[in-house]
């Protein structure tokens, strides 16, 4: 029991000196704080580095180019003849035939030589002296009206309708007139030119006027 004690003071001894040598850790931010310039530094050196090296890549790749496009040919560009464009259209001349010229059999009775007649040129049908002037033209026929086609339309209102006769060019006449409910019908115009009919009820008047204008109907209907 005593021989226990007696060291307890050479352990305390030798567990302080350890302790005294052992290196004390550090913050872990203030230690990248002291790195960061280190590695923006190096950072830069890196840029840097590749910088250089692309400039250098490319002044060799000039170089080269020059090298090889100017080592004999004299700086001369060669370029290609023009060619003729495609789709050019050859010119066609045509000759149009000739009228032919017939004599008559009097010429050698007279002693003298006939005076040529005109003949219609080759490929045309037409016989001379057809047209006004005696050409072989024919004039075209003269345009004819389509026939006028005769209509029986019906116009409706709140008041009342009406059914017209049209003769399809410039008479128009009243059919027929059919009131609404509460209303009576008056007939103002019953052609030839113009139609109108009127419905009231006496407080309200609904007109139902159509006139030919231009060969057509014009339909109008009011409220009054």
């Not at 072989?136 to 009206?145: K, R």
């Amino acid at each position: 029991m005593n021989d226990d004690l007696r060291f307890d003071p050479v352990d305390d001894e030798l567990r302080r000196r350890f302790d005294a040598q052992a290196r004390p850790e550090g913050d872990p931010d203030a230690v990248l704080d002291q790195l960061r310039p280190r590695f923006r530094r190096a950072r830069q050196r890196r840029r840097a580095a590749f910088t250089g090296a692309a400039a250098l890549a490319a002044v060799v790749v000039l170089g080269a180019s020059v090298a090889l496009g100017g080592g004999g040919g004299g700086g001369r560009v060669r370029t290609p003849p023009a060619t003729k464009p495609a789709g050019t259209v050859p010119t066609v001349v045509t000759t149009l035939p000739q009228p032919t010229v017939t004599t008559t059999g009097d010429a050698g009775a007279t002693g003298g030589t006939a005076a040529p007649q005109a003949t219609t040129p080759t490929g045309s049908s037409a016989p001379a002296g057809n047209g006004p002037s005696g050409t072989g033209e024919v004039p075209p026929p003269a345009p004819t009206a389509a026939p006028a086609v005769p209509q029986t339309p019906t116009y409706n209102s709140a008041g009342g309708s009406i059914t017209v006769n049209f003769d399809g060019s410039s008479t128009v006449s009243l059919a027929s007139s059919s009131p609404a409910a509460g209303f009576t019908a008056a007939v103002h115009d019953n052609g030839p030119t113009r139609v109108e009919v009127r419905f009231s009820d006496g407080q309200t008047e609904w007109r139902i006027r159509v006139d030919v204008v231009n060969g057509a109907l014009a339909p109008e209907i009011t409220q009054h």
